[in-house]
């Protein structure tokens, strides 16, 4: 069980755009920076946003990151096939002294 | 362009000690700015934080694991290594290698999967 919440699938039309949830609490989200990662089949994951909304060099503006009190949410827009991954949230718990993740979203774009 | 690599054996022996390196190209694992990261994640699972080593030599461990988890570094090689012992079937997964940037997991290695089996 995962100190993050996240949907364990979501699916959108190509072209379309999709939200991807994250609920912590307090201890996590509510009080440090929330990251959000993309896997792709086969692959390693990939940092898409960092400190809550930010995008790393290379990551297209389709990709957005929000947070409000204890959750964040994750945007992409103009969903392409490629985008089909699982998407993963992550910060630190300051009680756990640990990193923690979310459970993992499955996008499919159909 | 930073890049991490993982290394080490494919499978282990149920009870035997797990030994991982990462080996850093691209930056320094001597860098005040970064710690240095190891994660798993089982087959068709999430993922799991084991721990983190800053170039000092200061670590921090999952605590699900501390018992059994050492993380080390060695700033003359550019690399830090994974020790994990008395290894399990649940222990199979995934180990990935990651640069922190104390809010973000910004660079990953390939990752290497660790099987465990007599």
């Known amino acids: 069980q995962s100190v993050l919440t996240q949907p364990p699938s979501v699916s959108a039309a190509p072209g379309q755009k999709v939200t991807i949830s994250c609920s912590g609490s307090s201890s996590n989200i509510g009080n440090n920076y929330v990251s959000w990662y993309q896997q792709l089949p086969g692959t390693a994951p990939k940092l898409l946003i960092h400190?809550?909304?930010e995008r790393p060099s290379g990551i297209p503006d389709r990709f957005s990151g929000s947070k409000s009190g204890t959750s964040a949410t994750l945007g992409i827009t103009g969903l392409q096939t490629g985008d089909e991954a699982d998407y993963y949230c992550?910060?630190?718990?300051?009680?756990?002294?640990?990193?923690?993740f979310g459970g993992g979203t499955k996008l499919t774009v159909v | 362009q930073v890049q991490l690599q993982e290394s080490g054996p494919g499978l282990v022996k149920p009870s035997e000690t797990l030994s991982l390196t990462c080996t850093v190209s691209g930056g320094s694992v001597s860098s005040d700015l970064y710690y240095w990261t190891w994660i798993r994640q089982p087959p068709g699972k999430g993922l799991e934080w084991i721990g983190y080593?800053?170039?000092?030599?200061?670590?921090n461990y999952n605590p699900s694991l501390q018992s059994r988890v050492t993380i080390s570094v060695d700033t003359s090689k550019n690399q830090f290594s994974l020790k994990l012992s008395s290894m399990t079937a649940a222990d199979t997964a995934v180990y990935y290698c990651a640069r922190e940037s104390y809010t973000a997991l910004d660079y990953w290695g390939q990752g290497t999967l660790v099987t465990v089996s007599s």
């Open positions: 992550g910060t630190w718990d300051s009680s756990l002294s640990v990193g923690v």
């Open positions: 400190d809550n909304n």
């Open positions: 080593i800053y170039h000092s030599g200061s670590t």
